[in-house]
């Protein structure tokens, strides 16, 4: 049994394509938080997918990888890209801990990518605390976490309760039930936790929060990642600018579910795209000789520029 | 030396900061609606509310819109007389001669002022009466600006006639809200939690066909349930105090919990404890401070072993001066005879539960077989009953002595013993018990 995903991140198109998404957005943010200068802390585990996107893409030197388990701390100490990756064997808890109560690690802002395998539990809401109690002006939240029926609660009643204990009044006592059906949760849940941060924000730690990014997508389980920006007062303007773009990509109308394609059918597809009018139709699709589920063809097209092409390699 | 004075007058700023400082802007709303509620009572000629009633509130309408720029709460619960408008209703503070009016909460003539003075500087009251005994139809308005009325030497305010409102009632609306209110008011959260606390606070009035409506919703009355079987009846009694009719009820609203860890099953769901209700409206709720018994005077404090109980008293006076409330009406005044009298009963009830939850640890099995076949009966359908019954545990007579362990573990550490255990779904306490067992057995310990 492993505590990380014992597939590798970089195989698996909707993370791949959700990790360019977010790192496509934080790139267009950094031209108001100049984000080069933050401190990235992250769940590396052994691949650092994310890690290796906020270096090249950012220009993020400064890095903390968080490892609960002792092996896999190992591992990942052996498997760190960069010189200036640190990789500490801690809880999420206690190095957040350690970054709210270290004067250096304030000093700048943080771009956090909280990427736990659970759905919202106590720790989850906690870590999310820590964060907007502390983190400098200019930080970014992102949280992923498993959105299934089954990781939320028991049952539609059992969801409502869960939310209402995790998060308090983000949803009312009484809100209807059929809100809480499984397909539903991934909007429900953003809209909870972005309302549960903007309340906490407004009322204790007295700062602004701007939603930046709700993406749900498809990676094995239904999977939600989402988070804003902790401006400072006068960020804040700024950054509203950055996300209501209409090319702000934190907020994909539909989630990120492509089909699995085999190198023969993506290659035949990149061949007639970018399509003039924007996308392709089942007619594109049945002259070029195959078809795909409802709906998959329009994923695609939106996001074929991040899909990934992977090909065996024999080390 | 001449005699001279000395000016002892308040000023309007001290005044202001003083009312609204001590109190919340949800308290403050609900104060509102306790001055429609109240005109719905004087409509229905004053009726003694107690839970057996068949009182209809299903005429009457409360409709509250709260957004960024502005607050609104319009009754149609009959309206202001001319004359409650010119001597009571805009004076600060009960007037001497006002003569309460019969199984109201409303004392200190003071919300209605407090509420605006919290939340914003344009106010504007606009009130359609259409008559009552010798009291003449009215339409009138009064407009208050803060800044301005703080600024002018008199204290009252100006009152002008208005075109009547579609229905006899009462329309209130803030605007220029201060930028904190502004804030609440655009917060989810605190909208979610204000219908939460309608719906438990009023239920008395809502479950009798009241409608409160928040930005456009109506609230649904929160259902006091208690459960009801062979072994199981809850207690009620009525009775009366210093003239004060008590009600009680006092039961099961829900099994026991077998988890005493205060992190599993808590929470901010927990309805829990004791409920003290003053002519119809919740004033305390879900407690388990002293306030209600546990801890005072050597009594147990809460714990979540006491989890399931819920009670509900009810103080009804023809007087609200006889009631044992704060000024804010969301507490207990605890020095107060009447409620120190009935506490005593209180006690005695929670004495009961208490003793039960430490019994059935024996043997839960037995207890939850016991309890298994309850059902949930409506608050106002629960039996008289002077004592509250609970399963008699065959285990508890012939009890062993024994200890409990408590030890805080990793929610992963024990879900994975759990599975090692051979049952994924087997709760932290069920862990905690089969651990020891294993080590006990694999350690000798039972050949010792």
Known sequence: MYNFDPINYSLRPNKVIQRQVAFDGLSMLSSVLNLARAKYVGFGSI????????????????????????ITYKRAKFNAPFRTIKVVHSHSSAALDQLAGSAAARRKPWVLWLDYLSGPTPDVKADIDRVVDNAPYGSVLLVTINVTGGSVGKGLEGRRTRIRELFGDVVAADAPLIDFEEAKLPKLLAECIHTYIASRCQRLAQRPYVPAFSMPYRDNAQMLTLGGVLPSARQERGVRTVTERPDWPGFPSVPIETPPLTAKELTALQRVLPSSNGGLTDGDLARLGFALEPGMLDVYCAHYRRYPSFFQVVA | MDQKHVSGAPTKAFFIHTITKDITLQDCILDLVDNSLDGAARELGHPEPHLADKIDYSRFRVQITLARDGFKIVDNCGGISLDDAVNYAFTFGAVDNDKPEEFSIGLYGIGMKRAVFKMGKVVSITSRFDGRGDDPPASFRVPINVLRWRKRASWDFDLEEADPLPEPGVSLEVRELYDSISKEFDDPTFINALRATIARDYTQFLSRGLVIEVNGRAVRAHEFNFLVSDHIKPFRQEFKLHGVAVEIVAGLAAKPSDSYDP????GSEDRSGWYVICNGRIVLAADKSELSGWGYQGAARWHPQYRGFVGLILFTAKDAAALPLTSTKRSIDFERDVYRRALVRMMEISRAWI?????????????????????PVALAAVAKSPTLVLPK????????????????????????????????????????????DFAFRELGADRS
Do not use: C
């Not at chain 1, 691949?47 to 002792?70: C, N, P, Q, T, Y």
């Not at chain 2, 992190?263 to 808590?266: A, I, L, S, T």
């Not at chain 2, 065959?394 to 759990?418: C, D």
């Open chain 1, 47 to 70: 691949w650092f997918a994310d890690f290796i996107l906020a270096h090249k893409r950012l220009g993020i030197s400064d890095m903390l990888s968080v490892e609960l388990d002792e």
């Open chain 2, 263 to 266: 992190d599993e099953g808590g």
């Open chain 2, 355 to 375: 003793d039960y939850t430490n019994q059935r640890k024996a043997d839960v099995q037995e207890a939850a077989q016991l309890e298994g076949s309850a059902k």
């Open chain 2, 393 to 436: 545990l065959k285990a508890a007579a012939a009890r062993p002595r024994t200890v409990t362990i408590q030890y805080p573990k990793a929610p992963e550490e024990v879900r994975a013993l759990a599975i090692a255990f051979g049952d994924a779904g087997l709760s932290a306490r069920e862990v905690g018990i089969r651990s020891f």
